[in-house]
């Protein structure tokens, strides 16, 4: 049986992800400009209405690029880019509820300690899926470059899981 792919629509495109982050940006110098600090929920708030948005709309271009192409990088990037937003989100509500469970207490030093170490929790979450996905794909490009040759696109991926596997080293 022959899987066939509706290529009729476009490939999905997530160029409105790069307008709402504009606005998300100058939304969010306002309100750092005119709270100068003081109020962390009020950054807060907005921070993770975008981050929703953005992890629905991620997920919406995941489902599109399924149906589009499912062996395309660009399905692991929109499910790998939805993963990191969540992980995002989700750290924005615990800032969020410590700030409104210690509203004297956790300021802006406990704000950008959590985001710090929100990103070390997430890099340690990834890096099995990381070292899984680069061998995965130094595997499939050996085959690759004994089955078709020695080429740099065919070298990209063998590139591409080294970079992978430094990243997350570093």
């Not at 997530?14 to 504009?22: G, K």
């Not at 690029?65 to 615990?94: E, H, K, R, W």
């Not at 979450?125 to 696109?153: D, T, Y």
Request: include cysteine; proline fraction near 4%; hydrophobic fraction near 55%.
């Amino acid at each position: 049986m022959m899987l066939k792919f509706d290529t009729r629509d476009k490939k999905p495109k997530v160029y409105n992800i790069a307008v709402l982050s504009v606005i998300a940006a100058v939304i969010i110098a306002a309100l750092i400009r005119d709270s100068a600090g003081e109020h962390e929920l009020a950054i807060c708030l907005p921070l993770i209405v975008y981050f929703l948005i953005v992890l629905v709309m991620l997920i919406c271009a995941f489902f599109r690029q399924i149906q589009y192409n499912p062996y395309s990088y660009n399905t692991i990037y929109y499910m790998g880019f939805a993963l990191f937003t969540l992980s995002v989100l989700i750290t924005y509500i615990v800032i969020a509820g410590n700030v409104v469970k210690f509203p004297g207490v956790y300021g802006p030093e406990q704000f950008v300690s959590t985001l710090l170490g929100s990103a070390k929790t997430y890099m340690l979450l990834s890096a099995p899926f990381i070292l899984v996905f680069s061998l995965a794909l130094f595997i499939s490009n050996i085959a690759l470059i004994r089955h078709e040759g020695k080429r740099l696109v065919n070298l990209l991926g063998i590139i591409l899981s080294f970079l992978l596997v430094a990243g997350e080293l570093f």
